[in-house]
């Protein structure tokens, strides 16, 4: 205890004898730092001492209330009368989680989270960055569409920048309703738009060739029943959009089109149509999507089909099934020959008699592997792509599955005897195992700054 009290009073003489400017810095460090520096200023406050919170700049100010939870940031309007100000003025960052952190998916949402939300948005007068209702949204929604709807149209009047609605089955909390208010549809500041489990609106109300979110660069959509039409519309009318996801969205409309001259990065994940029909996507760069066959149904029957039109710069593409996608690149159908039932094994007379391919001669840098087995044939393979590709730089394998040492030093030892075998001459080759398999990360998946999403 006595230690704990010595460390106390040297951070506030640190506090004391720091610049204001580095004393407030010091807030973000941890929330111990940040106790010590508010603490420091009041106690400065009550003495009479220097006024150092008047000296800081308003931007300084600001930065340091918007990284701290919104409780905290509340609280800071006590400190002073230029606190106040700050805090009515910072950019608001709301996560009903933060106000009542004790709250699970099972517990009942109470008036008080929604009248002290609603309080939150009436008192704060300044902007809305961001806004996540894990928990409250949803009970809104289905007790009192009134109220939802005014959040709406006050979001939208403080001009938010990113919205994040979660809805949740209806036995857990008792609401009967899944469908979002259409009034989301006229924040037309946003930045970014997350729904999960929600019936979307209809847009058929939309002016024809309006923008919906004429400033929108990312749109997520998980488990959202959505038209078609709805679709096309939010993706035309939506001219800076970057990032688009649909995933685990199991009744999906029969056809998807895709259409919008400003997407990059195109993610169907779990989730199963008819058609993805890429139209005109010139600045589209990444598309991902990864789905089963629906159950009961064979692949004749029932296959996925992937039309990619006007794509440019198209850069990533995948995870490409033979078994259940079939391929259309412009006027060009590729499929599977056969049925579902593999044909045989490769073995490496196979891979000896393989024609040369003039891109893993010449310019193949780097391989990644997914759920290596350690099979035959996946040996021979990998030893057809180290031998032939003469600027390899990088080749990774990933484990199926399992952290079994044994297992791990049998695999190393297959591909020191059977694969990695020929040295190519002026080549510097890395070889890197991993274990664990190959995990989803949408986070990955999405992010521009990453050449390969699938290297994860």
């Given at each position: 205890?006595?230690?704990?009290?010595?460390?106390?009073?040297?951070?506030?003489?640190?506090?004391?004898?720091?610049?204001?400017?580095?004393?407030?810095?010091?807030?973000?460090?941890?929330?111990?730092?940040?106790?010590?520096?508010?603490?420091?200023l009041?106690?400065?406050?009550?003495?009479?001492?220097?006024?150092?919170?008047?000296?800081?700049?308003?931007?300084?100010?600001?930065?340091?209330?918007?990284?701290?939870?919104?409780?905290?940031?509340?609280?800071?309007?006590?400190?002073?009368?230029?606190?106040?100000?700050?805090?009515?003025?910072?950019?608001?960052?709301?996560?009903?989680?933060?106000?009542?952190?004790?709250?699970?998916?099972?517990?009942?949402?109470?008036?008080?989270?929604?009248?002290?939300?609603?309080?939150?948005?009436a008192?704060?007068?300044?902007?809305?960055?961001?806004?996540?209702?894990?928990?409250?949204?949803?009970?809104?929604?289905?007790?009192?569409v009134?109220?939802?709807?005014?959040?709406?149209?006050?979001?939208a009047?403080?001009?938010?920048?990113s919205?994040?609605?979660?809805?949740?089955?209806?036995?857990?909390?008792?609401?009967?309703?899944?469908?979002?208010?259409?009034?989301?549809?006229?924040?037309?500041?946003?930045?970014?738009?997350?729904l999960?489990h929600?019936?979307?609106?209809?847009?058929?109300?939309?002016?024809?060739?309006?923008?919906?979110?004429?400033?929108?660069?990312?749109?997520?959509?998980?488990?959202?029943?959505?038209?078609?039409?709805?679709?096309?519309?939010?993706?035309?009318?939506?001219?800076?959009l970057?990032?688009?996801?649909?995933?685990?969205?199991?009744?999906?409309?029969?056809?998807?089109?895709?259409?919008?001259?400003?997407?990059?990065?195109?993610?169907?994940?779990?989730?199963?149509?008819?058609?993805?029909e890429?139209?005109?996507?010139p600045?589209?760069?990444?598309?991902?999507?990864?789905?089963?066959?629906?159950?009961?149904?064979?692949?004749?029957?029932?296959?996925?089909?992937?039309?990619?039109?006007?794509?440019?710069?198209?850069?990533?593409?995948?995870?490409?099934?033979?078994?259940?996608?079939?391929?259309?690149?412009?006027?060009?159908?590729?499929?599977?020959?056969?049925?579902?039932?593999?044909?045989?094994?490769?073995?490496?007379k196979?891979?000896?008699?393989?024609?040369?391919?003039?891109?893993?001669?010449?310019?193949?840098?780097?391989?990644?592997?997914?759920?290596?087995?350690?099979?035959?044939?996946e040996l021979?393979?990998?030893?057809?792509?180290?031998?032939?590709?003469?600027?390899?730089?990088?080749?990774?394998?990933?484990?199926?599955?399992?952290d079994?040492?044994?297992?791990?030093?049998?695999?190393?030892?297959?591909?020191?005897?059977?694969?990695?075998?020929?040295?190519?001459e002026?080549?510097?080759?890395?070889?890197?195992?991993?274990?664990?398999?190959?995990?989803?990360?949408?986070?990955?998946?999405?992010?521009?700054?990453?050449?390969?999403?699938?290297?994860?």
């Open positions: 205890m006595q230690d704990e009290r010595a460390l106390g009073a040297v951070r506030d003489l640190l506090m004391r004898r720091c610049p204001p400017r580095d004393a407030a810095r010091t807030a973000v460090l941890s929330p111990r730092w940040r106790h010590v520096w508010t603490s420091s009041t106690t400065s406050d009550i003495n009479g001492g220097e006024d150092r919170i008047s000296r800081l700049p308003d931007k300084l100010l600001s930065n340091i209330v918007t990284r701290l939870p919104l409780k905290d940031a509340a609280r800071t309007s006590t400190l002073s009368p230029r606190w106040r100000r700050v805090w009515a003025s910072t950019p608001l960052v709301l996560c009903d989680a933060d106000l009542f952190p004790v709250l699970s998916y099972g517990s009942f949402v109470s008036h008080t989270i929604t009248d002290t939300i609603s309080c939150i948005l008192v704060h007068q300044g902007p809305v960055r961001s806004i996540c209702l894990t928990y409250s949204f949803h009970c809104v929604v289905a007790h009192d009134t109220l939802s709807c005014k959040w709406l149209r006050v979001l009047d403080k001009g938010v920048e919205l994040e609605f979660f809805n949740h089955p209806s036995s857990i909390f008792g609401s009967t309703s899944t469908s979002l208010p259409s009034e989301v549809l006229l924040v037309t500041s946003l930045v970014r738009l997350s999960r929600w019936d979307f609106p209809s847009t058929d109300c939309l002016r024809r060739a309006a923008y919906v979110f004429p400033r929108l660069c990312e749109l997520y959509l998980c488990d959202i029943h959505i038209g078609a039409t709805d679709i096309d519309r939010l993706l035309q009318y939506s001219p800076e970057e990032i688009f996801a649909l995933i685990d969205s199991k009744c999906m409309p029969p056809n998807v089109r895709i259409r919008n001259c400003n997407l990059q990065c195109a993610i169907f994940w779990m989730s199963v149509a008819n058609m993805f890429v139209l005109a996507a600045s589209l760069e990444r598309l991902i999507l990864w789905c089963r066959k629906p159950d009961g149904q064979s692949i004749h029957d029932c296959p996925i089909r992937l039309s990619i039109g006007h794509t440019p710069n198209l850069k990533v593409l995948g995870y490409l099934d033979p078994g259940i996608h079939v391929l259309k690149v412009g006027s060009t159908v590729i499929k599977s020959g056969g049925g579902d039932e593999p044909i045989g094994e490769p073995n490496s196979f891979w000896l008699e393989a024609s040369p391919i003039k891109c893993l001669k010449s310019t193949l840098r780097k391989v990644v592997v997914k759920n290596f087995r350690g099979y035959g044939s021979s393979f990998l030893r057809f792509i180290w031998e032939r590709a003469k600027v390899l730089q990088e080749l990774v394998v990933d484990l199926a599955s399992g079994d040492p044994a297992l791990i030093e049998e695999i190393i030892t297959k591909l020191k005897s059977e694969v990695c075998v020929k040295r190519v002026g080549r510097k080759s890395m070889f890197m195992l991993r274990s664990g398999g190959s995990k989803w990360c949408l986070n990955i998946a999405s992010n521009l700054t990453l050449s390969d999403p699938f290297d994860f």
